[in-house]
């Protein structure tokens, strides 16, 4: 092997773990001793029940899929790409392969004998723990499960709020540029994104992937400008970005590079660029693995196992005790994707491209990105406005591909919503048209329904389609609610019928009925009464993009200084009351809402108690600024 392409090799293993915790001249001795196999599209690369090869997998370009014996066949447990290491555990545990491993597309492999490697492991305690602990993997009942990460002494917390390292003076070139002169300036300065600039403000962005995929697929040609296979607008973030904010901010946008600019927006200098590597050095333990497995994901059985995954993550990080904002942004991002796929499977299964442009909206707990549990399902639908005389045929099938939709969704395990507040219901599949006098109706002439349905269609949130139909229905709603100021009121005095559930003898007033005799009613007694009022008063703010109870309390913070510390308050009664009807979910396997007082210790009765006070006095400034005493 030349000392050119061992340089090579190394230069790629370092963006990775368990490589990147070693040192440039250690990873250039097991690069020098790597050997680089080329296999094809179904190639079998190792077989279950085969005694391990001498070295290990990581794959440098394409994918390798890892299947174990199913009842009817061969089934897909995972899918290892660029950068992913596999192979390992029958090496260290010197037992034979468990998995087969067959390449999934043409495929590029770095073999790596497990000897180059065992010599670092004696004198470097962090990668011995790697090695041991973070590559094991089980499989009870067919669900491919990756144990956790030891943390050692040095390591920092997974879920603390540390600043990314990212990679400063990145490469970047002007939009004038051919493809070959972008892709010759990667490969001279060995990186895998070009920024696309305008003077040091960022346009676009480049990466190896689009280079394999769109142009060495011959698509486009190597000549074309590199503006027409960058990826615009680009998505920025500032330099004081934490690990959580860019991990959420990457899954939320599906993409693997965030830009670094001065201000975080496109319109101020570019200072580095961030790769999803970055982060997986920092975090091995990471939902990237189970986004990507629900992209890939064919069929409804393979969506549940992930749902399942989910629910098992979200306990990890509950008993780890996560961010309760950092759990619901990953949750919600899991939960989107969930949802997308089955939308793109549906409409594969009918055809593919929609009659008309549409969008597929999330409403309730979901739509807040607050949905940690399993709950029943609130979704909507919205399909452009069509011709009289095509609206029968249109509605008919998006109604069609909505039953398809919910049907996917309660396979995977969120159930059929019971008030049926779901797209599949022809009240709830409208077009932009019949959504905007839906609206205005219930804001004009507002009834205990009305305003009961509001709470739910208000929080919604676009999960697949066009966003510009949920932003029309955004600025009508404002514009309703500007000519009938009056509806605030209603909805204010519906946010304070749950009082602050504490007696006059400071105990807390539970359920009287059968079936929840004596318990708390954590959702409607507690967080609804935050939810609501945090809703109301950032539409009296026409404060619109704060779908989530903490990201409103957030902005009221910055728009209403005087009340700060207050809001401040609900956020973080917000986060323990969340917290608490989470743990109870996950103890007794329920949606969490009804608590067993006498389980709580003194101190935890004291934390719950202690939440109750902001809820009070939120409620108290509800009554004053919509004269509730006033509304009979």
Known sequence: MSNTLAIRIRDFLKNFPPFH??????????????????VEEGETVFNLGEHPKPHFFVVREGAVGLFTEGSEGKLLINICDEGELFGLRPIVEQDAYRLYALAQEETILYAIPVESILPFMASNKALERFIHVSFRVNIPNGALVF???????????????QKVRFSENPISCPASFTIMQAACSMAEHRVGSIVIESDKKPLGIVTDKDLRLKVATGKVSIQALVSEIMSSPVITAPATITVAEAQVMMLRHNIAHLCITKDGTPNSNIIGVLSEHDIVALRSNNPYTLVKQIRRSEDINALKSCREQLSELIETYIQQEASMDFVTQVSGAINEALTQQIITLSLREMGGKPLVGFTWLALGSQGRNEQLLLTDQDNALVFEDVPEEQISATKSYFLLLAQKVTQGLADIGYEFCPAEMMASNPQWCLSLSEWKQQFQHWITQPSEESIMLCTIFFDFKTVFGEPSLSQAITQHIFSSIGSFEVFLNYLARNAIQNPAPIGFFRQFIVEKDAQHKNEFDLKSRALMPLIDAARVLVLSREISGKNSTLQRYRALMEIEPQNKALFEACEEAFKVLLRFRTEEGIKKGTSGRYLALETLSKMEKLQLRACFKPLKEIQELLSVRFHLSQIT
């Open 21 to 38: 915790i070693l040192s440039e001249q250690e990873l250039l001795s097991i690069a020098a001793s790597v050997t680089v196999m080329y």
């Open 147 to 161: 144990s956790k990460e030891i943390a050692t002494d040095d390591t920092p917390n997974y879920f603390d709020h």
